[in-house]
């Protein structure tokens, strides 16, 4: 037995982990769409809801996730099977809500506050953030209010009006849930509208959402720790996305 408290607790965690029971994690249409299901018998949610998906390449995703675990169930290791269950058991019935506070991430977006110094990270700001306020304006017409520092901007209601008709055409549950994952992880529901629509990539997105971060890093190096935090919230980015992406 290890004297190492640290390692007795993680050693403790995986120990509490289930065992796997099955051996095969298979799709099958059900319902409208696509069931996982283990061994024949129907995986579900914390709230006992069937873990149906919309599209087969989506439920492939999560059917993958329960494929690779070996001897335990790790949820740590499952963030496409995470983000369905909270989507089914929390986003399914809270749409509404969830797609207003994606509204309001629009009017207070990250991109529209800039650094009052130093010139160096200005100009960073200007030069990658711009042209997604840029798109905005010569896409949908929506042009937004730019402030230095931190104070409030109201932002012209045409504009936000402009961000809601395009969020109108997510208004489906999984769709709905992805997009506000990966709103809330890059701080920025435009950044995220861009990605959606294919005008950034995932890479391009995440380095938008941790311009400020990246900047930091360069300045005053790296932080291991810290590093960790950000490559699991990367992981829920990337399941974010390739959910997105699956279901069109």
Excluded: C
Excluded at 12 to 39: C, H, N
Excluded at 154 to 182: D, T, Y
């Amino acid at each position: 037995m290890t004297n190492d408290p640290i390692r007795r607790s993680q050693e403790l965690m995986r120990a509490e982990l289930p065992k796997k029971f099955y051996s095969e994690a298979t799709i099958a249409a059900e319902d409208g769409g696509f069931a996982v299901k283990l061994d024949g018998r129907p995986v579900k949610t914390p709230s006992r809801k069937p873990l149906i998906l919309p599209t087969e390449a989506a439920a492939e995703h999560v059917r993958a996730e329960w494929q690779a675990q070996e001897k335990v169930i790790d949820p740590a290791k499952m963030p496409m099977t995470r983000l369905a269950n909270t989507i089914i058991d929390g986003v399914a019935v809270n749409a509404g809500a969830v797609f207003e506070e994606i509204v309001s991430y629009a009017g207070n977006d990250m991109l529209f506050y800039r650094a009052e110094s130093p010139e160096e990270l200005v100009a960073r700001q200007a030069e990658r953030w711009g042209p997604v306020l840029d798109w905005m304006a010569e896409e949908y017409g929506a042009r937004f209010v730019l402030v230095e520092g931190v104070m409030f901007a109201e932002q012209p209601a045409e504009s936000l009006q402009a961000f809601r008709r395009e969020l109108e055409h997510h208004r489906a549950p999984f769709e709905l849930g992805a997009l506000h994952v990966m709103t809330t992880l890059t701080g920025s529901a435009l950044v995220t509208l861009a990605l959606a629509r294919g005008r950034l990539t995932l890479n391009e997105a995440w380095a938008l959402g941790n311009l400020e971060e990246d900047w930091t890093i360069e300045l005053w190096g790296h932080d291991e720790e810290a590093a960790r935090r950000r490559a699991k919230r990367f992981e829920d980015m990337q399941a974010a996305h390739d959910l997105f992406v699956a279901l069109g």
